[in-house]
């Protein structure tokens, strides 16, 4: 299993980013898929998740209605587009898949500049 997530940097406060997380290893289409980010000093934390159809999306109440979670199963993708971002979304963002055990990717770094 290897997830590599792009697409993180440093944006101001108010502008948008699309990260991205690219699957490899196990069949993509089949399992729910999720972000999370971790702040300096702080636990990580659950940022979004979507099912393997991508009828069902869940938000972390500190991101919803300004994130978007979404996927590509023929290209094996995950995303999360983010808009209006705050100082405060500055995090390293990891995508997850949850198989019979979590899988984590390297992370990417979203800096926000106030």
């Known amino acids: 299993v290897q997830l590599v997530e792009s697409g993180g940097g440093l944006v101001e406060a108010g502008g948008s980013l699309r990260l991205s997380c690219a699957a490899s290893g196990f069949t993509f289409s089949w399992f729910r898929m999720s972000w999370y980010r971790q702040a300096p000093g702080k636990e990580r934390e659950f940022v979004a998740d979507?099912?393997?159809?991508?009828?069902?999306?869940d938000y972390a109440d500190s991101v919803r209605g300004r994130f978007t979670i979404s996927r590509d199963n023929s290209k094996n993708t995950l995303y999360l587009q983010m808009n209006r971002l705050r100082p405060e979304d500055t995090a390293v963002y990891y995508c997850?898949?949850?198989?019979?055990?979590?899988?984590w990717g390297q992370g990417t770094q979203v800096t926000v500049s106030s």
């Open positions: 997850r898949a949850d198989l019979r055990a979590p899988y």
């Open positions: 979507i099912n393997s159809n991508s009828d069902r999306m």
